[in-house]
């Protein structure tokens, strides 16, 4: 796991921890920063995710 992923990941429970608070709260605009930031975070996890196939895509080639 690099350091976008486990980013990513931070930034999706705290998007969820922030949306239920939001929604026990009554508080939309809390609950809609939980939304953003959970989307946030599944974007970065996703740059991760690629970041890590290029990688072992090009450790595999160099080595042929």
Same mark, same amino acid.
């Given at each position: 796991m690099n350091d976008k992923q486990s980013k990513g990941a931070f930034d999706q429970v705290k998007g969820e921890a922030k949306k239920q608070f939001g929604k026990l709260t009554d508080n939309e605009s809390m609950e809609a920063e939980g939304r953003l930031d959970k989307g946030k975070g *599944?974007? *970065? +996890?996703?740059?991760? #995710?690629?970041? +890590? !196939?290029? %990688? /072992?895509?090009?450790? #595999? %080639? %160099? /080595? !042929?």
């Open positions: *599944k974007l *970065k +996890e996703t740059a991760g #995710d690629m970041q +890590e !196939d290029v %990688s /072992r895509a090009f450790n #595999d %080639s %160099s /080595r !042929d």
